[in-house]
C-alpha cells in the first residue's frame, strides 16, 4: 500500500468541502469558516517563486556535467588525431558555448520572456567562426583572429569534407586543420544544445542527448585505429548520469543530490566500461572505411623500381641511401610491393593512403616477430617509396613530409619525390618464420594474388599461360602442400638458370619466355618475376617484392646501400602467417629457410654485386630427401606445427557471469533501498522549518495507518484520517490524533505558525501511533509486510520527492 499524500491543499491534508467541484474552489478558506484566508493566499507566490529559483538553479547547475559530457564527445576522438592533439580544440569548444549560453539564455530575471533561441545560435555560431579561425586556421585569419570571405568558404567545405578524409586516412591522422576542423564543430554542437536543453527545460535526460550524438561521430570514424574506447565510454556514462542527477526533481540541492548519487554514477560507469568492450559485435564493428573510395593521394608519376634494377646495376656504386641500426645479414630493405600484373609489367601496390607515421598490421598475424628501429638517409634514391625493413609499423618524418601508406602490402611513399638529406626513422616488426610450421599451412584463398591475364586484346587464349603452368607443375611434381611447391619451384629456378647482370631486362610473357626457355640467365627481376608468374600459374598466391641487400658497413657502423644492393624477390601468402619470402635468385639467403643454391651452380663471370655471406645450408640431396619425406607424410591431426583452430568454444564463462551481476547488484540495491527508505523518509520529514516537521509527522501517520487498511489514494481529509486513527488504534493513542488534525489545518489554512513545540509534540505522537500499529492485530502478516516493502512500486513511490 502507498501512503496517502498529505500536503496542504490537498484533500488528506485539509478538509473535503462536500460539493464535488464548487468545493474544491473553496480549498482556499480555512476550515470551517467563510473567511478568505488571506494571509495564506499570499503565502502561495513566495511559495512558487522559490519553486522557481529552486528549478532555475537546478538547470544551471547541469551546465558543468554538461560541458564534461560534450568534452568527453570530444575526447573520443584520440584513436582519430591522438590525446594530444585535440586536448586544445575539446577544452575550447567544451566551455565557450556553454558560458555563452548562460550569458544569453541564463541571465534573464524570473518571470521574464525566455530570450530567442536564434539569438543564441547566431551568438554561438560566430563565436564558433572565430575560435576556429583564432585556432586551427590562425594563418589564414585576418589579424590571426577574423575569418575573411574566403575562410569562411574553406572552414564549411572542410567541414563537409572532413569525414571522407578521416576514413580515406590511415589512423592516427595528422592534426591538419582540414580534419581537426570536425572535432571542433560536434563538440560545440553537443556543448551549445546540450546547454540550451538544460536551460530551457526540465527533463533530466534531455540535455545529454546531442553530446551522445555527436559522440556517434568519432567512435565511428575510429573503427580499426589503435586503442579502444573503453574510457571514453564510462566517462560518457558517469557525466550523462551526472546531468540528469543534477536534473532530478524534488526538494534536494543538486549539491546534496551529487552526494547521494555519486556512487550509484560512480558504480554505473564502471559497470559500463567492463561490460561494453564485451558486447556481441563491439570487437568487430563495421569499418566505414570499406565504403568509401579514397581519392588518390599521390601521383604514382615515379620509374617502376622493377624496371630500374636493370639499370641500377650496370652502375653498381651509386650511393642511394644509409641505414643506421641493426642489421643481420640475411636482412633486406624493402622499398615497393608490385601485386598487379597484365602480362607486360608488373605493377606497384595503388591503394596508398594519407597517414601521420603509422602502418597498419598485416591482417595476417606471423608466429612471431623482432621490433627492429632504423634511421635512413637518403642520398640519390629518387621517386617515391620509402626503404624500410620489412613492413614497418611506424614512420617518422619531418612535419612537412607528406606521407602515404598502402595498409595490405605496408609499402610507404611520399607525396612528392625523394630529396637528397631527407632522414626519417622507421619502427619495423620483422617476422621470423619457422620452416616446420609452414610446411602444413595453406595458401591464402585470394583470386587477386593468383590472376593471370590469360586472354589477348582479341580475346584469344594466350598459350604462354599455359606454357607456364606446364613448367609449374613440372618443377613442383611431388610436392604435397603449398609450402613444398613453393620451395620445389624456387630450387628449380636456382638449378637451372644463372645469374646476369647484363641479361636482357623486361619481364613480360615474352621476355619470362625468353629467360625460361632459351636463355636461362637474368636478374632478379627476371628470377622473381618468373617465380610469380609459375607460382601464379599453379594457385599460389604470389607477389614481387622490390628491395636491396643490407648494404656495405660504414666505420661508423652505419650500412650503405649502393645502387649495386638492389634485388627482387617473391612472396607467397599462408594462412595465419601471411606473406612468406622466397629466394629464386642464386645468391640470396632466405628469411623463411628456403635452400640457397649451390655455389657450383652459380655464374662464374657474373656474379650478383654485392654477395651475402654465405651460411651454412642443406645441400641440394639433403633437402630434396626433406621434401620427400615431407610429401609422404600423412597430414597430422594434432601438432603443433599445424594451426591452431579458431572455431567457437560456445559462450565464454563472463557472458554468463556478468548478467548474473548484474542482476545480483540489482537485487541487492533494490533490497538495501526498500530498508534504507523508511529511515531516509523518516529524516527527511523530521527535519526543517516547524511547519514543515508539523506536516511530516501528519504524513508519517498516514504511513502507519495504511498498513491497518485506511486507504492510500489521498481521497480523505484531515479529519477523516484522525477519525480512522481513533477507531483502529487503542483509546490512549487515537485521541491525540484530533488536536494534531486541528493543527495541521490551521497551519495549512488559518495561516497559522508551528513552533518547535508544536512540532516535537506532533512527531511524539507519531511515534506513539508507530508503536501502536506495530503491536496492532490488523497490521499484515511480516510475509505480506516484506513483498510490500521490496515491491519496485513501492520504494518508488517512497522516495519520490515531494512537490512544493
Known amino acids: 500500500m502507498s501512503a496517502p499524500t498529505i500536503a496542504p491543499g490537498t484533500a488528506s491534508n485539509g478538509p473535503a468541502a462536500p460539493g464535488g467541484s464548487a468545493a474544491a474552489e473553496r480549498t482556499a478558506q480555512a476550515p470551517g469558516s467563510g473567511a478568505p484566508r488571506s494571509s495564506a493566499a499570499k503565502r502561495g507566490p513566495k511559495r512558487s517563486g522559490s519553486a522557481a529559483r529552486a528549478t532555475r538553479f537546478r538547470r544551471m547547475s547541469s551546465l558543468v556535467p554538461v560541458a564534461a559530457f560534450a568534452a568527453t564527445a570530444g575526447f573520443a576522438y584520440h584513436r582519430v588525431f591522438g590525446l594530444g592533439q585535440i586536448v586544445p580544440a575539446v577544452a575550447v569548444s567544451a566551455t565557450v558555448p556553454v558560458v555563452l549560453v548562460l550569458l544569453w539564455t541564463g541571465c534573464v530575471r524570473l518571470g521574464d520572456k525566455p530570450r530567442p533561441l536564434f539569438g543564441s545560435f547566431a551568438i554561438s555560431a560566430l563565436a564558433w567562426l572565430i575560435a576556429v579561425s583564432a585556432t586551427l586556421y590562425r594563418d589564414d585569419a585576418a589579424l ?442 642464386p645468391g640470396q639467403s632466405g628469411h623463411s629457410g628456403a635452400p640457397k643454391n649451390n655455389p657450383d651452380n652459380q655464374s662464374t663471370g657474373n656474379q650478383q654485386p654485392q654477395p651475402i655471406a654465405p651460411v651454412p645450408s642443406p645441400q641440394p640431396q639433403s633437402r630434396a630427401e626433406k621434401d620427400a619425406e615431407i610429401a609422404s607424410q600423412e597430414r597430422p591431426v594434432d601438432t603443433a606445427a599445424m594451426p591452431e583452430e579458431s572455431g567457437d568454444d560456445g559462450i565464454p564463462l563472463w557472458w554468463w557471469a556478468v548478467p548474473l551481476a548484474v542482476l545480483l547488484a540489482a537485487a541487492l540495491s533494490q533490497a538495501g533501498l526498500a530498508f534504507a527508505a523508511p529511515g531516509i523518509i523518516r529524516r527527511r520529514r523530521s527535519h526543517g522549518p516547524p511547519d514543515e516537521r508539523v506536516f511530516g509527522a501528519w504524513k508519517q501517520i498516514g504511513d502507519r495507518l495504511t498498513e491497518l487498511g485506511m486507504p492510500g489514494d489521498g481521497s480523505l481529509t484531515v479529519r477523516e484520517v484522525a477519525s480512522y486513527g481513533e477507531d483502529h488504534l487503542p483509546t490512549e493513542v487515537g485521541s491525540q490524533l484530533r488536536p494534531l488534525a486541528n493543527l495541521v489545518n490551521d497551519v495549512a489554512y488559518a495561516d497559522r505558525t508551528a513552533d518547535p513545540t508544536d512540532a516535537d509534540e506532533a512527531w511524539r505522537i507519531s511515534g506513539a501511533v508507530e508503536e501502536a500499529v506495530r503491536r496492532s492485530e490488523l497490521r499484515p502478516n511480516r510475509r505480506a509486510r516484506l513483498r510490500e516493502r521490496l515491491s519496485p512500486k513501492t520504494i518508488a513511490a517512497s522516495l519520490r520527492k515531494e512537490g512544493d
Not at 581519392?295 to 615515379?302: G, I, N, T, W
Not at 594519407?354 to 612471431?368: D, H, I
Not at 616488426?429 to 583470386?447: I, M
Not at 628491395?547 to 601468402?573: I, K, L, N
Open 144 to 585: 590571426h583572429l577574423f575569418p575573411e570571405p574566403g575562410l569562411i568558404r574553406r572552414i564549411g567545405s572542410d567541414v563537409l569534407d572532413a569525414p571522407r578524409g578521416i576514413l580515406t586516412t590511415v589512423l592516427p591522422a595528422p592534426d591538419d586543420s582540414d580534419l581537426m576542423v570536425l572535432v571542433s564543430v560536434t563538440v560545440w554542437i553537443a556543448a551549445w544544445a546540450g546547454a540550451e536543453l538544460a536551460l530551457r527545460t526540465d527533463a533530466p535526460a534531455l540535455p545529454p542527448l546531442p553530446g551522445l550524438l555527436m559522440l556517434a561521430v568519432p567512435v565511428a570514424l575510429s573503427t580499426g585505429a589503435p586503442g579502444d574506447n573503453t574510457w571514453v565510454l564510462t566517462a560518457a556514462v558517469g557525466t550523462a548520469a551526472l546531468v540528469m542527477v543534477c536534473r532530478a526533481p524534488g526538494r534536494r540541492s543538486p549539491l546534496r543530490l551529487l552526494m547521494v548519487g555519486a556512487p550509484w554514477v560512480a558504480v554505473l560507469a564502471v559497470l559500463a566500461g567492463f561490460v561494453a568492450p564485451h558486447l556481441p559485435g563491439s570487437g568487430g564493428p563495421p569499418d566505414l572505411r570499406d565504403r568509401v573510395s579514397p581519392p588518390p593521394p599521390v601521383a604514382l608519376s615515379a620509374v617502376n623500381p622493377l624496371d630500374r634494377i636493370s639499370a641500377w646495376l650496370l652502375e653498381p656504386d651509386e650511393p642511394l641511401f644509409t641505414v643506421r641500426g641493426p642489421a643481420d645479414e640475411d636482412r633486406y630493405w624493402r622499398l615497393t610491393v608490385l601485386d598487379k600484373y597484365d602480362g607486360t609489367t608488373w605493377y606497384p601496390v595503388t591503394g596508398l593512403r594519407p597517414t601521420g607515421g603509422r602502418v597498419p598490421e598485416s591482417a595476417e598475424g606471423g608466429s612471431g616477430t623482432t621490433r627492429s628501429v632504423q634511421t635512413v638517409t637518403l642520398d640519390k634514391l629518387d621517386g617515391m617509396w620509402l626503404p624500410a625493413a620489412d613492413r614497418p609499423s611506424e614512420v617518422d618524418a619531418a612535419s612537412d613530409v607528406e606521407l602515404a601508406v598502402d595498409p595490405d602490402s605496408g609499402a610507404v611513399a611520399t607525396g612528392s619525390r625523394l630529396k637528397p638529406g631527407m632522414r626519417y626513422q622507421v619502427v619495423s616488426n620483422v617476422p621470423k618464420f619457422d620452416p616446420d610450421s609452414l610446411q602444413w599451412l595453406p595458401t591464402v584463398a585470394d583470386p587477386n594474388y593468383t590472376a593471370l591475364p590469360d586472354y589477348d586484346e582479341s580475346n584469344q587464349p594466350i598459350p604462354a599461360v599455359e606454357e607456364f603452368r606446364r613448367i609449374a607443375t613440372d618443377a613442383t611434381k611431388g610436392s604435397t602442400f603449398p609450402y613444398q611447391q613453393a620451395l620445389r619451384l624456387a630450387d628449380w629456378l636456382r638449378g637451372n638458370h644463372k645469374y646476369d647482370r647484363t641479361a636482357v631486362p623486361g619481364h613480360s610473357y615474352r621476355n619470362l619466355q625468353f629467360f625460361l626457355e632459351s636463355s636461362k640467365e637474368g636478374t632478379s627481376e627476371q628470377f622473381a618475376s618468373a617465380f610469380a608468374v609459375l607460382a601464379r600459374s599453379i594457385g599460389l598466391p604470389t607477389r614481387v617484392v622490390v628491395g636491396f641487400s643490407r648494404g656495405t658497413q660504414q666505420p661508423d657502423g652505419s650500412w650503405r646501400v649502393d645502387t649495386g644492393d638492389v634485388m627482387a624477390w617473391p612472396e607467397v601468402e599462408f594462412a595465419g602467417v601471411g606473406w612468406v619470402p622466397f629466394y629464386p635468385t
